[in-house]
């Protein structure tokens, strides 16, 4: 698949992948949605990559939300579909067994902060604005907003994002628990590469378990505590957990095999 509307890069192991659609704001479409879908289970995928970064093109925006003059005019049906579009990808993302970050370099609105959410972290550059503006144009979020929204910043916080609609900073998102880290946007990507590494080095075995675990805290009708029983148990079995544990005793820095 030729991608029109997002470029790859791939660079020791991280696959940077960045929304290009400056002059938009980066909002997000159906193309948007097909492209990163396929990166996401045919590139994200490889052994060359072990962790993924996702990030807006231009100075202002990771995001402005899904894109307003394309789905203006949809009927309830091209309306569910578009719904269903970004639910899988974006579910795509959040249980993917390799981190994701978000490097949040403008605005990230609706759906783009949506997006934002679904990665495993996320990082702002100062001039990163964030939002769910969604009931200033008559819908409710589509892409999870309210539920990941709660997620992170708790409900009374929450509700109040959603239904003012109200633009924060980056230093206030830090503060709420929205995103991890705020830093100047020349120093965004090389912040995101370096905690995308010091994650990268770990084991993929048990890295890939942890995040499975903290998603069975949020997911209806499965039991985190006896999922982390599971992964737990797991490891023993694995390459990984010989190789960090010989590492250990012999005093070595473990270089896991990924099994
Ligand atoms: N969609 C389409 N175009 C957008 C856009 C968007 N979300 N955001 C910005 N643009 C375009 C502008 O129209 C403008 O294009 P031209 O007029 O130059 O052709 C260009 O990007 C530059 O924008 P501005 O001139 O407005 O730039 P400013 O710096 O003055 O303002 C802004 C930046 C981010 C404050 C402003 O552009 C703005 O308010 N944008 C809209 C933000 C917004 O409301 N975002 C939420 C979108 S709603 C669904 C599930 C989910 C959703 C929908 C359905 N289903 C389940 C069915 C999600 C909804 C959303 O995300």
Redesign the pocket.
């Known amino acids: 698949m030729n991608y029109e509307n997002i470029l790859t890069e791939i660079k020791d192991s991280i696959l940077t992948v960045t929304l290009n659609r400056p002059?938009?704001?980066n909002?997000?479409n159906k193309a948007v949605f097909a492209e990163l879908e396929h990166i996401m289970t045919n590139l994200a995928v490889t052994d060359e990559v072990k962790g993924v970064i996702i990030t807006g093109s231009g100075e202002?925006?990771f995001a402005?939300?899904?894109?307003?003059?394309?789905?203006a005019h949809?009927n309830v049906e091209e309306?569910?579909e578009?719904?269903a579009d970004?639910?899988q990808i974006f579910k795509i993302i959040e249980t993917f067994n390799k981190p994701v970050i978000a490097a949040v370099n403008g605005?990230a609105?609706?759906?783009?902060l949506?997006l934002a959410m679904a990665c495993h972290i996320r990082l702002a550059s100062d001039n990163a604005?964030f939002g769910q503006?969604?009931v200033?144009?008559g819908?409710t979020?589509?892409?999870a907003g309210t539920q990941r929204l709660t997620q992170l910043v708790g409900k009374g916080k929450s509700l109040e994002l959603l239904m003012t609609g109200a633009?924060i900073k980056a230093d206030e998102a830090l503060n709420l628990g929205l995103v991890n880290y705020v830093v100047t946007q020349d120093e965004l990507i090389s912040k995101a590469e370096e905690l995308l590494k010091s994650v990268i080095k770990q084991s993929p075995v048990a890295v890939a378990g942890v995040i499975k675990c903290v998603d069975a805290y949020y997911t209806d009708g499965i039991d985190g505590f006896n999922t982390e029983v599971e992964e737990f148990g797991k490891c023993f079995g694995t390459e990984d957990f010989k190789e960090g544990t010989d590492a250990f005793m012999n005093k070595r820095k473990a270089d896991f095999p990924g099994k």
Not at 64 to 71: L, M, Q, R, S, T
Not at 109 to 112: D, E, M, V, W
């Open positions: 002059k938009q704001l909002a997000l202002k925006a402005a939300g899904a894109d307003i003059k394309e789905f949809f309306g569910k578009l719904s970004g639910q605005f609105l609706g759906g783009g949506e604005r503006p969604e200033s144009l819908v979020p589509g892409y633009m």
